[in-house]
């Protein structure tokens, strides 16, 4: 019993030791990957799709041996969308696709990845609009209106519509009497029939045109009325620079009852002036016999033409042309927008558009003031006014004056004018509002000597120094002439002239020569028409700055000064130093030798002038205007320079 147990043990031994040996000396052989399947689901293949519609492209894809990682949709080899899971789906909007065939692919891509790819052709479709034909209404001898509808493009852009008349049936686009283009689009739409024969049968079909063709709506006729009336232009009288009149007569009204007769005119230089075409036109009321009409809105020293018309049921009939010349005139002109606004100051100007029949006119200009109402023949509706003359015909014709003497934060009202020997013309007028006052500050060093530090004022886009010039590279008595002296010093030693009061307050005296060039780098002595500049800012009139007189403006002066009597006398008048330039009576180095007019006033050099004397600015003690005035070049004056 024992020995059969051991032999089937052996046995099992054996045969699980011969199943090792067989399973270990082969290898595992590994199953190979399967590709994705993919499918198109939608559209189906061949589909027919119209222009504009949304397409939904809708993709199975799968993988029985893995998963499946990317699917990408493309038409016509452009990717449209790619998906990493499921549903594989998008839509297409094919407004603006090409009409014709277009390729769809679906490639799928699995996890090890291989590929499997699905394709299919669809065909984007047009066709040419529909329209339809509208009913001709408004007919005459030689017009009509007629138009149509586009219902339906076709699924392409119209590109071109209207109506075709021909006196045959079956007018084209290439075939007609006459043709209308009346926009693009869907839509109703009007066109007008011109230039048609009275008393003749007529054929009109609306068109519409996109990429595949040409279509047309049914075809509609009407016959033009009949004949028109006979009217006769009578002579052009009363000529003027701007108008003239014209009689005319309705001799026979042609059948049917004249509605409306008058003028039409226009230039010789152009074709005879129709109701539809003209610079001007009239209506006279109705029917036969004769009417009389202005002709206006003229230029001067023009020819024009003018002739009678007379509508009736079959059209507009038309007398001969006369021709006629208008005569001389005042001129033309618009007021320009005020431009460069500030507190006291700004610019206006004006465009002649027609100077009467002449080359030149005696004048142009600007008037200002506080209410609209402005006429140079009424001195109390405006305040100010600037004229150039005489001016000439040439490049636009425009002008600009400056406008001055205004008042801070004010509304004012401008016209431009214009005149000649026929009389003054005025533009429209115009609204501006003046600015506030400002007085920026500042400060600046002058390396040179000691180094002394300047208090400045910038008043619309100049810069000033506000205190007297201290320059002093050397000194002397007054009665010696170095061009360098301080006010009662009678030495020769700059230190000590530096140590005075009186150079600490008032700065250095210079003559002429000296003040030249006396300013530091990047600063200058200040010219007359820069000085002038200063003076409209503050307020001054154009005529006041530039008129030549001694004491020049109102209260100008007083804006300059350093207010209150510590340093000018009493009274000081006017003094109020609004413009921060803080002038100070610093008196002069005279002619005769001698220190004077300390308190009294203050002498301002400017570049102009020479060779013995050059023009000056002057502050007075008593005076709120500005002296204007030249004076010896010996003398000693303050300087107060600006900056380049």
Known sequence: MKRDILLITLLLCITSLAFFLVNCGEEEKPVPNKAPTVKITSPTANAAINKGEMVQISVNASDTDGSVSNVTISIDNVEEESFNSSPYSVSVNTTDADVGSHTIKAVATDNEGLTATDQITVTITANAPTVTTADITEITGESAVGGGNVTDDGNEDVTARGVVWSTTMGPTVTENDGKTEDGTGTGAFTSNLTSLTGNTEYFVKAYATNSQGTAYGEEKSFTTGGSLATVVTGTVTDITHESAVCAGEVTDEGGSTVTARGLVWALTTSEEPTIESNLGMTTEGSGIGAFSSPIISLLPVVNYRARAYATNSAGTAYGESKSFGTLEGPPSVTTADVTNIDAHVATGGGTVTDFGGANSLDGVGVVWGKTPDLDLSDINSYDGFRQLYPFNQGGDNSFEVPLTGLDPGTLYYVRAFAGNDFGTSYGEAKTFTTGSFIVDTGSFTDTRGGGKTYNTITISGQTWMAENLAYLPEVCPSATDCGYWVYDYQGSVVADAIATANYDTYGVLYNWDMASQACPVGWHLPSRDEWSILELNIGMSYNDTYGGQYWAGTDQGGKLKEAGTVHWNSPNTGA?????????????????????????????????????????????????????????????????????
């Open 576 to 644: 109020t130093n609004i413009s921060g330039f803080t002038g100070l009576p610093g008196g002069e180095c005279s002619v005769l030798d001698t220190f004077q007019f300390q308190g009294i006033t203050a002498n301002f050099w400017t570049s102009d002038g020479g060779p013995d004397d050059y023009y000056v600015r002057i502050l007075s003690e008593g005076r709120a205007e500005i002296g204007h005035t030249k004076l010896w070049d010996i003398h000693g004056f303050s300087v107060r320079c600006i900056q380049d």
